[in-house]
């Protein structure tokens, strides 16, 4: 993390920041507002670490790691766990985080650390489970009966279960097993660096928000999905926008695949390991199989600050300037 300091202008970040405003970030001594900048950084360092507020606050002053990255400028005056949740509250409000992630990649793409006109994008979407408490006998009937793998489990009447700490969390199945929280909507680019993530509850049906994580993607670029995102409507949306057609075809009842779809998958599926790659990362590594926070908006935005630690690393990494961390 030390390292991650050299890759960025930090002084363009600051000037980002800077140009928000920002309520009175006091603490409870009433003293005044912090730097940004620190702030920021502090925030970073406790979403690379998977650390609650408390946490941060109290590794703020024990460890050398955080004081020479965050460089607050007395280190006598510190913020305290309730000022750092208001300060990320505040990034998460009104888009900012989204400016900062899209400036962050900007700024590796000009550093040739990261491609700055990528002709491939991968999407795909993986579950994040909700902060509350596990509901085992929750059970609620998905957006779409494609979304179920055992039809008779959707009986299940969402009357009769108790609810959820979590409003906007949702109950989704996969591989059998049911999951209350999140689906995390992604686009990266061939190298595992994300570019644009969408947030919905984990009942969200894929192949309704293809569009969602394609803005600003430039013609020609071609798409690779897995057979989940696979409809008439996305394959319009592509030629309408001029995007090439890497979605992966999914068999349909009495409509089983041709020996030629069946081989332009085996083909397809060869380039979209990487966006799994770095769902892998996320999960292990930045422990984002599981949210921090309640509410849509504020899982959105700790996910944005993920997506930044990932891209950071990859970038660092590639530039061998840290060397690849396994834990």
Known sequence: MLKITQLLDWQAIEHTLASKKVADLRDHGDRPAYPLLPMFRAILLGQWHSLSDPEL?????????????????????????STLNRFRNWLIQDGL??????????????????????????????????AGDKLKKAIEVSEHTE?????????????????????????????????????????????????????TPANAVDVKHLASVLDHVEEGVTIYTDKGYDSKENRTFLEKH????????????????????????KGLSKVRYRVEQSFAILHRLFKCKRASYFGLEKVKGQ????????????????????APIAA
């Not at 790691?65 to 913020?79: G, K, R, T, V």
């Open 57 to 81: 606050e109290r590794s703020l002053v024990t460890r050398l790691d955080f004081m020479i990255f965050y460089q607050f400028p007395d280190e006598m005056n510190l913020p305290d766990h």
């Open 242 to 265: 001029k995007l090439k057609d890497g979605i992966m075809r999914k068999a349909h009842r009495k409509q089983p695949l041709n020996r030629d779809d069946i081989e332009r998958n």
């Open 97 to 130: 985080l989204d400016e900062l992630n899209q400036q962050i990649n900007q700024q590796l793409a000009q550093n040739k650390l990261k491609v700055e006109k990528a002709q491939t994008a991968i999407v795909d979407a993986t579950i994040i489970q909700t």
């Open 147 to 199: 979304q179920t793998e055992n039809q008779e489990q959707t009986k299940i009447q969402v009357s009769d279960t108790p609810a959820s700490k979590d409003t906007d969390a949702k109950w989704t199945i996969k591989s059998g097993h049911w999951h209350l929280g999140y689906k995390l909507h992604a686009r990266t680019d061939a190298e595992g660096f994300i570019e644009q993530i969408h947030v």
């Open 303 to 322: 996910m944005v600050l993920k997506v930044m630690c990932l891209n950071l690393l990859k970038a660092a990494n590639k530039l061998r300037l840290i």
